[in-house]
């Protein structure tokens, strides 16, 4: 039950991160010879608990979290993260908690941090549990911010302890489904009541209000029109008249995606296209033709393509 990676390869690192996080483009600084990267994950089911090491200055932006919501405990170094709307900068002891909705922009400078996190949808589903309406999952939406109050903080903090040097080490915890629903209840209950969600805030959230099906194919249209554009959710909820959080819930509702995962899905077909369009022997390569639409990691398109139009990219430039 307990996951660990050590690596002292960057590009390793980040396609761990990626797949166990969200996509990111980001750009390192730093003795590259001394880099390392570490991370352990006790895994709890629907939640996973961990602390993870990076070594290197690191400057970038992180694609939503959507269905992961994330609670950082950062232990060393230094942690900066802004949203559209809000700014985190975090020393050595800081908790916070993301906005799964939004992009992000991270900096951050040697680090060690532990982390929480926890499918979304159980949230949801054991939050309507405690408020005594399980007949319907009630939205949980939480905000970048720090804990509610120092008291509260502490209680995260003694919280995770417990989580991590008594039931993640014990073996009959993990085989006994009993143990492990209510540690997450527990949990939940806890992140609740520590860090700014919807469900405890009193103030109103003028980004809770629905967008309309109109809202959705504005984006769309503005998309697929700018998609070799550098564009980021807070350009395209604005073209669409919307607020980033309303825009992410209708794209989820109504697309099963993201505005930021139609957009990957706009430039595939672009590069789709100039794939079947180019001559090799004029010099056309994969790489420039995804770097032309956006896709800086090669490893990564050739995944997202394949799944897309099951076969490699390089099949389809040579014909």
Known sequence: M????????????????????????????????????????????????????????LRGTWDPLDDILLFSH???????????????????GDL?????????????????MAQVRIQRSVVERLAAEMLGDDRRVHPVNFDLGRPASATKAVHWKRLMQYITGDVATNPAAHGSPLVMRQVQRMLVATLLDTFPNSGTSDEPRSSNTPASPDAVRRAM????????????????????????????????????????????????????????????????????????????????????????????PSDTLRG
Request: proline share 5%; aromatic share 8%.
């Open 2 to 57: 307990r996951l660990h990676i050590e690596t002292r390869d960057p590009d390793e690192a980040h396609d761990w991160l990626r797949g166990a996080y969200a996509d990111h483009r980001v750009s390192l600084s730093g003795p590259s010879t001394a880099f390392h990267f570490s991370h352990k994950v006790a895994d709890l089911g629907a939640a996973k608990v961990g602390v993870a090491r990076h070594s290197m200055s």
């Open 74 to 92: 950062l232990l060393e170094g230094r942690f900066t993260i802004r949203s559209p709307t809000r700014e985190v900068a975090a020393g050595p």
């Open 96 to 112: 916070f908690s993301y906005d799964p909705d939004t992009q992000m922009t991270v900096e951050w400078h040697d680090i060690r």
């Open 221 to 312: 249209v503005f998309m697929e029109e700018h998609a070799a554009d550098d564009l980021d959710l807070t350009a395209i909820a604005h073209a669409a008249h919307v607020g980033p959080r309303a825009l992410q819930r209708a794209f989820r509702r109504s697309m099963d995606t993201t505005p930021l995962g139609y957009l990957r899905s706009v430039r595939l077909d672009h590069a789709h296209e100039d794939l079947r369009a180019a001559d090799p022997g004029d010099g056309a390569t994969v790489g420039a033709i995804a770097a032309r639409w956006g896709f800086g990691h090669p490893g990564r398109f050739a995944a997202d393509y394949r799944a897309r139009f099951t076969r490699s």
